[in-house]
């Protein structure tokens, strides 16, 4: 049990004790620190085991860390053609023409961008930026502006087709295709949605009317006609999509010949994956766009520049999950599961997650801490791989945006406070979006035991 123990209490310690000098926090340390105390732990000594231990956990998350990659330059092409404006003004036009419209139309802006951009924070920045001072014409409490970004951005980074939560919990699975979790993660997030929107607009809104110079002058049509050419990208990435999630329609099956000979290859076949291949697709449609194509180089930096960090934690996270595998430890907890009690397992487990994601504001670090030995003893114990992979991203989101840590509630309330010249209670914002951390939860226990 030491072998399990230490590994895992060295990481929590590295992340959570913030005042150990120089490493004190950082993530990517307490991986790769974790990492190397599991292979010493579970007898393997030799630089080429631990070669192959990494590389098997590169390979383990490579469609992930693939998925933030293209996603991140993919999102960047879409700010640069104008898109995400287009899908923000339309929607206004057609629903936020009431104080509760306008309310519920942000939020499904912010769903939109959140579901293509991949990242809560990203997705805060680019919608929210343009949307504050419209929800503060509302008359609403600066930490409610701050809960409806937030939970509008978090909704969207989890929800389909680019969903970080679903992928990891997927691989940490060792399922062969993220397909049948990320269908079901349709439906579980656009109920949450609806949730959080009419929690919003009935609980925050309480002015009548919009002022004037709110209300669109232009149609929804209208705005579409006028700039639909900046919708091309999206409507392939959507069409490709629903062809293959509601149809099993393979579009993406021509371009076979042209990834057969990565598709056998360690890390490089993430590249081979159908939501991958998608945005790689909608990329390179971008990029036949004057917009994109004049800005190409800047528009790959800030793509790059945005998902920097992100994949830096994805590879010691991978080194950590792959150390985890040759150390023995996964195979040591599969079977100390067997000897839990079903609920003792199962309730443990999803309040560790939901643990870690309130102290580390971070639900990559709830998964890999946690689910990475929490999802292969949930199927030891008999739970359906598919079921306890969602249940592990629905627990991680939860934990992530509950008080005192969530990142992307300290980055919004940052935000709105320099925009509007104001003070924003970070922790009294966490509390307003409370709603949908109790939500995921709920979801995530239902998971553990249907």
Not at 88 to 111: E, Q, T, W
Not at 278 to 283: K, S, T
Not at 399 to 416: C, H, R, S
Not at 423 to 428: E, F, H, R
Request: with cysteine; net charge positive; proline share 5%.
């Amino acid at each position: 049990m030491l072998s399990v123990l230490i590994p895992v209490l060295l990481l929590l310690g590295i992340i959570l004790i913030k005042k150990i000098p120089y490493i004190g926090g950082e993530i990517r340390i307490g991986l790769a620190a974790s990492a190397c105390a599991a292979l010493l732990l579970g007898g393997v000594f030799s630089p080429v085991d631990w070669l192959k231990a990494a590389v098997d956990g590169l390979d383990r998350l490579s469609w992930v860390m693939a998925l933030a990659l293209f996603g991140s330059i993919y999102a960047e092409s879409q700010v640069e053609l104008g898109t995400m404006n287009t899908v923000l003004d339309s929607l206004r036009a057609r629903f936020g023409r009431s104080p509760k419209g306008l309310v519920v139309c942000i939020m499904i802006a912010l769903i939109i961008a959140g579901s293509l951009l991949g990242d809560a924070i990203a997705s805060a920045t680019v919608i929210g930026v343009l949307v504050i001072a419209a929800l503060n014409e509302l008359k609403l409490k600066p930490e409610q502006i701050s809960a409806i970004i937030v939970m509008g951005a978090c909704l969207g980074s989890i929800m389909p087709p680019i969903t970080q939560a679903f992928f990891l919990s997927s691989s940490l699975m060792g399922l062969p295709s993220p397909d049948p979790v990320v269908n079901i993660g349709y439906f579980t997030i656009g109920l949450g949605s609806v949730i959080c929107c009419f929690y919003a607009a009935h609980w925050f809104v309480k002015v009548d009317s919009l002022p004037e110079e709110l209300i669109p002058k232009k149609h929804a049509l209208q705005i579409i006609r006028e700039n639909w050419v900046q919708l091309i990208p999206l409507t392939v990435l959507v069409v490709i999509i629903v062809l293959r999630s509601g149809f099993k329609i393979e579009v993406l099956n021509i371009l076979n010949p042209v990834f057969a000979p990565i598709k056998s290859i360690p890390i490089l076949k993430g590249l081979d994956y159908a939501i991958v291949k998608a945005i790689i697709v909608a990329l390179v449609i971008s990029y036949f766009f004057a917009p994109v194509r004049k800005n190409g180089l800047a528009v790959m930096k800030r793509g790059l520049q945005n998902v920097k960090i992100s994949l830096g934690i994805q590879a010691c996270a991978a080194f950590m999950i792959g150390a985890f595998y040759a150390g023995g430890q996964i195979t040591y907890v599969q079977e100390f599961a067997k000897g839990l009690s079903e609920h003792l397992l199962k309730l443990g487990g999803a309040a560790a997650m939901t643990l870690i994601g309130m102290l580390t504001g971070s639900q990559t670090t709830a998964q890999t801490a946690i689910f990475t030995f929490f999802g292969p003893a949930l199927q030891a114990i008999g739970v359906e791989p598919v079921h306890a992979a969602l249940a592990g991203a629905h627990l991680a989101m939860a934990g992530q945006g509950l008080p005192p840590a969530d990142l992307t509630t300290f980055v919004v309330a940052g935000m709105i406070g320099g925009i509007l010249g104001i003070k924003v209670d970070p922790v009294k914002s966490m509390f307003y979006s409370a709603v949908m951390c109790v939500y995921f939860l709920i979801v995530g226990l239902i998971f553990l035991y249907v």
